[in-house]
């Protein structure tokens, strides 16, 4: 264990910097995570981890386990310590690891499948790739505009999902049309006058695309799509947050 004295230390502005810009974590292809019960999903779910910061006097088996599979272990003080987190009170465990690699080869095999159309709330994006993978959806799409996927609060929210759900960044076009090549229909979620419910059509095996919190879907979804879909609503609400849509329309498709 190496322990940092200052906040001038290599790993310590590393992990900073993971957690600032997403332009680094994209250069480096490494992403950042935080908590026990996250270093805990990656260990189970086999990520390649690289630095892992412990709090002074903090200890845990799954730190060993980090060492044995090759991470690099730092402990520092508290005020060090916050140094590299992007969250207030940070847990005891801040790590980096090799962020999930997912191709368009992943759709090949998926029945179901969520596009995002320009979903920019990171909270949002991860709740969804959380519900995703609880009912074990074949894959998510991010197409033009969305939340970068490895950012610290898209990570936190999918509680160790991240390591998991095949999560693919394509154009939407180049997406829709991988889709259909393997015979999925796509829905587009939009009020309009020809839209159907959602319960109408066959989902056992369908693309469904999600719009942005404030513009819903755009005219490119709506020309890509071979339907237009709603979610039937009884009260005055105009519309759903993009979350609560998204999981209406997972468990639609998968129940």
């Not at 929210?157 to 960044?169: D, E, I, K, N, Y």
């Amino acid at each position: 264990m190496i322990e940092i004295q200052s906040r001038q230390n290599a790993a310590l502005k590393h992990l900073a910097r993971l957690g600032r810009e997403r332009k680094y974590r994209r250069s480096t292809e490494e992403m950042l995570c935080e908590g026990e019960k996250m270093l805990g999903e990656a260990l189970r779910s086999g990520a390649k981890l690289k630095t892992v910061l412990v709090r002074d006097g903090w200890d845990s088996p799954f730190i060993k386990e980090a060492e044995g599979q090759g991470a690099v272990l730092y402990s520092a003080p508290d005020a060090l310590f916050k140094l590299a987190s992007e969250v207030e009170t940070p847990q005891n465990v801040i790590f980096s690891c090799e962020q999930p690699q997912w191709t368009a080869d992943a759709l090949d095999g998926a029945g179901q499948v969520l596009l995002l159309d320009g979903l920019q709330d990171p909270g949002n994006l991860g709740t969804i790739l959380r519900t995703a993978e609880a009912f074990a959806l074949g894959a998510v799409v991010l197409c033009e505009g969305c939340a970068d996927p490895f950012s610290p609060k898209v990570v936190r929210s999918t509680m160790g999902a991240v390591f998991r759900l095949p999560c693919v960044t394509l154009p939407l076009a180049e997406a829709a049309e991988r889709l259909h090549r393997n015979g999925l229909p796509l829905y587009a979620t939009a009020l309009h006058e020809d839209s159907v419910p959602l319960s109408s059509v066959s989902l056992s095996k369908a693309a469904v695309i999600i719009g942005s919190e404030g513009k819903g879907v755009t005219e490119q979804a709506l020309r890509l799509s071979d339907k237009r879909v709603i979610i039937p609503m009884k009260g005055r609400a105009e519309s759903l947050n993009a979350g609560v849509a998204a999981a209406i329309v997972i468990y639609e498709m998968t129940k």
